[in-house]
């Protein structure tokens, strides 16, 4: 079959549909991905992805006209539509598949839903992942088990990436990546500053800040640079593409809700979670470092429940230096994140 998947943004949730491509690709079906700009270089390239169409949002009534365009010549057997807002309703109905499909009513929003003629079956809210691998039962595909995220780097990517761990002293590298797209899911910069040096002095990582180019990420970057005894490598403000061979890269990434999460959990490198306003076990790391996680969304005593979408204000404050610190060496013990890993 011909297949369009509509999956826009974010970047962790890109991150998400390559295991359904994926599963695709290897029943042999055409994988067409229309995509925004920003998380666009993750899918280029990629083994299970034929095609990637751009769909520029933000452009608003030409955007759409461009995108109709890039679509008007291609015929598609399916369409799946893995967003849940408003947005995803131009590319879905664009694409002209005869079978469309999407979320039920109650797990979209914004009418969405009506955009497809199919939907899944009604359920709970659960993992981002989980909730994609969904649309492989409506299509009668096996789930793949393991999971596998089949993300490639050219020869260019790996001799950049060579060379620039080279340059760090051949100690093991720990990620921070200080910002969210949401600043109410961040961690406090003088707490970063504190385990960046527990980290340098006690544990024998180097240190390294990792997120893109926004004013705001980098702000909060300089302030843990400048509170730290030694001022962390900087890595912020590179692009997709290097974002992701340099997580590769890493031996521990430390991380609010965010993209980045999801592209270490890709390449397996160990992650400490830190979770207060959303809830992990919705957009946590799929099934994997469950135990280095610092969630202070879920009620003591409460059972995980990933139904729970509803944001939790005031409790990325309660995480502690010494919450990290301990499941760093946890990472250590059991991850054995300390030692250098094997690079892409």
Not at 219 to 234: M, Q, W
Not at 239 to 259: H, K, N, Q, S
Not at 301 to 312: E, F, L
Request: charged share 25%; proline share 9%.
């Amino acid at each position: 079959m011909r297949i369009c998947i509509v999956l826009l943004t974010g970047l962790g949730d890109v991150i998400h549909g390559l295991p359904l491509a994926n599963a695709l690709r290897d029943q042999g079906h055409r994988i067409t991905w229309v995509v925004e700009p920003m998380p666009a270089p993750v899918l280029r390239p990629h083994p299970s992805i034929d095609e990637v169409v751009v769909y520029r949002k933000r452009e608003g009534v030409r955007g759409v006209a461009e995108l109709a365009r890039a679509l008007s010549g291609r015929r598609f057997d399916v369409t799946l539509n893995l967003n849940v807002y408003t947005k995803s309703v131009w590319p879905t109905l664009l694409s002209r598949a005869p079978l469309r499909i999407g979320f039920d009513r109650t797990r979209s929003f914004e009418g969405v839903w009506l955009a497809a003629n199919r939907h899944l079956p009604p359920a709970p809210r659960a993992h981002t992942q989980e909730m994609f691998l969904q649309f492989l039962d409506v299509l009668g595909v096996a789930r793949p088990e393991p999971l596998e995220w089949r993300i490639p780097f050219t020869d260019e990517e790996r001799r950049a990436q060579a060379d620039f761990f080279a340059a760090l002293d051949g100690r093991p590298v720990a990620a921070l990546v200080p910002a969210s797209a949401n600043r109410k899911k961040d961690w406090l910069p003088e707490r970063y500053a504190a385990v960046a040096d527990a980290l340098e002095r006690d544990f024998g990582f180097r240190t390294m800040l990792v997120g893109g180019p926004g004013e705001r990420e980098n702000a909060l970057a300089r302030e843990i640079a400048e509170r730290a005894a030694v001022p962390p490598v900087s890595a912020m403000g590179d692009g997709i593409r290097r974002l992701m061979w340099t997580l590769a890269g890493c031996g521990l990434v430390i991380a609010p809700d965010t993209g980045p999460v999801h592209i270490a959990r890709a390449f397996g490198v160990p992650v400490i979670g830190l979770y207060g306003h959303t809830n992990p076990w919705r957009v946590g790391p799929y099934r994997a470092f469950e135990d280095l996680w610092v969630d202070r969304y879920t009620e003591p005593g409460a059972a995980p429940d990933p139904s729970h979408w509803d944001p939790r204000h005031g409790r990325m404050e309660q995480i502690t230096i010494e919450d990290v610190l301990e499941r760093v060496q946890r990472a250590i013990g059991r991850y054995s994140a300390g030692r250098l890993p094997r690079r892409a």
